[in-house]
């Protein structure tokens, strides 16, 4: 079973695979707004690294959930063709003398950075999916520089490795299903018995030295083999993929706390990331003594609750995607679009960006901004209301940020201030 086909396979999965994830990864991290220093940026001195940021849409309203989607979705997915296609090179990581050439260290180096970049990156990943934080430092950076050690690698490892995938699928072997060198052998036979029955040697798997040279009686077909890594594959999709797709995969999400537990019924039933509780927000700190504050060149505005409903009311019909990957259903929101409260501090003519603060003591996100872009969407809201409900306080009472398309982090909850035209 093991060889140089079911290698090939493998990687051509994994080379269509972990190419659409990377890119999907560059994409979140230019969704998180970056290049907003000290502000959104989690990752310092990128240099170079920061070439493809761009200022992120705000159409259409479902770009987020669908690229953070697919990215947590098909990484998850992906979890056992990874670990089939380990299994299948084994020998290669044992292989005496361990350097032949220049060519062949290089393949070596590239294992190095591949292999060791692809278990962090999964592992890193599938830790966050969970909220399990087990590893130092921010995940953001972490996560982000890994992929690059690993995308360094897999680039360097597919070119040195693709004239044989390549030479191995023009042979035709890889559709036939002829045997690799030893297989086919008797069961019982010697090491030097050779073939079976009916076998032959194809000339592009001569230099074949992943498959045995006497193999045993087999327990699995490669066909088989081919089957159980797709139905893993399959049973990790399933029991993901509710997550961030509406109806009735939502119950099968198991490996996804976040895709189908809800906080209760009724207007704010629907996923949370974290709990007011979780992040040390008391509901004391937002009773009627709360104020938001709203800065900028006409100077600093403090208006009420009730002065915001006051306002002129507006309804956006958006979901919240996260980075984890999940995604709520579209809701509907409520309240003041946030170039009016733009205007409101002294910028009627075009709103600049905006830093938001939140009630939040502690944490990573207790602050964000947005760009220009986002605060001139008239679907962006300083949100009060949610499904014909006041917010509720795990969901952002007394006020919270709504943003077509922007990751669910930017949505900030529990705001407290708005600084218009300080990023």
């Not at 490795?161 to 299903?177: D, F, H, N, Q």
């Not at 045997?179 to 050779?194: M, Q, T």
């Amino acid at each position: 079973m093991r060889g140089v086909r079911f290698t090939a396979a493998l990687g051509l999965v994994l080379l269509i695979g972990l190419t659409l994830l990377f890119v999907t990864g560059l994409l979140s991290y230019a969704a998180y707004n970056p290049d907003l220093a000290s502000v959104n940026d989690k990752t310092p001195d990128r240099g170079w690294l920061g070439f493809y940021l761009f200022d992120w849409p705000t159409h259409p309203y479902w770009l987020y959930r669908l690229t953070q989607g697919f990215h947590v979705t098909v990484g998850v997915a992906l979890i056992p063709v990874v670990l089939a296609k380990l299994w299948s090179v084994i020998p290669r990581f044992f292989a005496l003398p361990p350097v032949t050439s220049l060519a062949h260290a290089l393949e070596r180096l590239s294992l190095v950075l591949l292999v060791g970049g692809a278990l962090f990156e999964f592992v890193t990943g599938v830790l966050n999916i969970q909220l399990d934080y087990l590893f130092p430092g921010s995940f953001y950076r972490l996560h982000f520089y890994g992929a690059w050690v690993f995308f360094g690698g897999f680039v360097a490892h597919a070119a040195l490795k693709m004239p044989k995938v390549l030479r191995v699928i023009r042979s035709g072997e890889l559709r036939s299903g002829a045997a690799e060198p030893g297989a086919g052998a008797v069961p019982g036979a010697g090491p030097d018995s050779g073939p079976g029955p009916g076998a032959r040697v194809g000339a592009s798997f001569a230099d074949d030295d992943l498959a045995s040279p006497a193999p045993a009686a087999p327990t699995v077909s490669r066909r088989g083999a081919f089957a159980l890594v797709g139905v893993g594959s399959l049973f990790m999709l399933l029991t993901t993929a509710g997550r961030s797709i509406d109806g009735p995969l939502r119950r099968t999400a198991l490996l996804a706390p976040h895709g189908w537990e809800n906080p209760g019924d009724g207007p704010n039933g629907f996923q949370i990331n974290k709990t007011a509780a979780s992040v040390g927000v008391r509901a004391v700190d937002t009773t009627d003594t709360w104020r938001l504050t709203v800065s900028g060149p006409a100077g600093d505005v403090r208006l009420s609750r009730a002065q915001l409903l006051a306002m002129a009311q507006h309804t956006s019909e958006l979901p919240i995607a996260c980075v984890e990957g999940w995604s709520t259903s579209n809701q509907s929101w409520r309240g003041v679009r946030l170039r009016d409260l733009a205007a409101l501090a002294g910028f009627p003519a075009g709103p600049p960006g905006v830093f938001v603060e939140s009630l939040q003591p502690s944490g990573a996100f207790r602050s964000g901004a947005l760009r220009d872009n986002q605060v001139r969407d008239g679907r962006s809201l300083l949100a009060l209301r949610v499904n014909g409900a006041d917010l509720s306080l795990d969901h952002g009472f007394p006020a919270r940020i709504i943003v077509p398309a922007a990751p669910g982090v930017l949505n900030t909850k529990w705001v407290a201030k708005l600084t218009f035209g300080a990023v």
